[in-house]
T-cell receptor
């Protein structure tokens, strides 16, 4: 079964510092991995995805994620955090390759707080 | 471009009452999904519809039913609401292609007393 884990419920970082939000995965076959962000009282917004190819994936709002197959990780990163990045971040994994269902399985979420 | 629209945004029910959450997308997507979000639990899939005319159970389907009315609309029904169904419900649709991402509505906050 496909699953992801986000080991940190909360991440706190000062504005201007680099940030990392961690995600590890467990899948059958090659993983299709996603990051979403949720601002208060809003729906989830797509940030980026890894399907294949380059291990460093760039996404919206200056975020990037590094796929590491040996460590089964897909950590979200940003070189310089902004207060406006404060939100709830979700890692997700898709149904295995070959499936047309396209279901996503989400982690529990990590609350990122960037303080001024 | 409206994307995914959910109604209502807020609803309070008493135990045993029924209600339907409506969802519509205008992106011509084939696949649609209903998730619930609970604190510390992330999002869990309730039901999904891979295409018009088909529906199937997700991780937590008990107490819910769905209808894929047409390609645009996918509704979620609670026949006899229970306090355990207090949650925020999200509808989503998937962009085309095997690796397409999900587009989410703004959510419907349901409280069952």
């Amino acid at each position: 079964a496909q699953s992801v884990a986000q080991p940190e419920d909360q991440v706190n970082v000062a504005e201007g510092n680099p940030l990392t939000v961690k995600c590890t995965y467990s899948v059958s076959g090659n993983p299709y991995l996603f990051w979403y962000v949720q601002y208060p009282n809003r729906g989830l917004q797509f940030l980026l995805k890894y399907i294949t190819g380059d291990n460093l994936v760039k996404g919206s709002y200056g975020f990037e994620a590094e796929f590491n197959k040996s460590q089964t990780s897909f950590h979200l990163k940003k070189p310089s955090a902004l207060v406006s990045d404060s939100a709830l971040y979700f890692c997700a994994v898709r149904d295995p390759p070959g499936s047309t269902l396209g279901r996503l399985y989400f982690g529990r979420g990590t609350q990122l707080t960037v303080w001024p | 471009n409206a994307g995914v629209t959910q109604t209502p945004k807020f609803q309070v029910l008493k135990t045993g009452q029924s209600m339907t959450l409506q969802c519509a997308q205008d992106m011509n997507h084939n696949s649609m999904y209903w998730y619930r979000q609970d604190p510390g639990m992330g999002l869990r899939l309730i039901y999904y519809s891979a295409s018009e005319g088909t529906t199937d159970k997700g991780e937590v389907p008990n107490g819910y039913n769905v209808s894929r009315l047409n390609k645009r609309e996918f509704s979620l029904r609670l026949e006899s609401a229970a306090p355990s169904q207090t949650s925020v419900y999200f509808c989503a649709s998937r962009s085309k292609g095997l690796t397409g991402e999900l587009f989410f509505g703004e959510g419907s906050r349901l409280t069952v007393l």
